[in-house]
Nanobody, 123 residues
Framework: QVQLVESGGGSAQAGDSLRLSCAAS????????MAWFRQAPGKEREFVAG????????AYADSVKGRFTISRDNAKNTVFLQMNSLKPEDTAVYYC????????????????WGQGTQVTVSS
């Protein structure tokens, strides 16, 4: 099993920045992909960003490209989501997820999930 714990959510004004963290523990060697998803009230969970163990540039949803950056610290089994130029439409519960294989954008392919952290952006 893999346990994921998110932190760093909160309230922000439009244009502000927030940084989310997700610490993984357990059988982390079984997962090489870590990703962030978000779910707003009444909407489906959507892919935000994902990164493989080797890092690289990551993959992003079009809605956050250029504003959000995903990175990871493999030594600490932690993935980060730096969110800049926040918009009210970024308001959602943000979830960390992990899987083995490649970065995919469908939530159904991720075996492990964190409990979520709320991000609220006001105008």
């Amino acid at each position: 099993q893999v346990q994921l714990v998110e932190s760093g959510g909160g309230s922000a004004q439009a244009g502000d920045s927030l940084r989310l963290s997700c610490a993984a523990s357990g059988r982390t060697l079984s997962t090489n992909v870590m990703a962030w998803f978000r779910q707003a009230p009444g909407k489906e969970r959507e892919f935000v960003a994902g990164v493989t163990y080797s890092g690289g540039s990551g993959a992003y949803a079009d809605s956050v490209k250029g504003r959000f950056t995903i990175s990871r610290d493999n030594a600490k089994n932690t993935v980060f989501l730096q969110m800049n130029s926040l918009k009210p439409e970024d308001t959602a519960v943000y979830y960390c997820a992990a899987r083995a294989g490649a970065v995919v954008r469908s939530a159904s392919f991720y075996a492990y999930w964190g409990q979520g952290t709320q991000v609220t952006v006001s105008s």
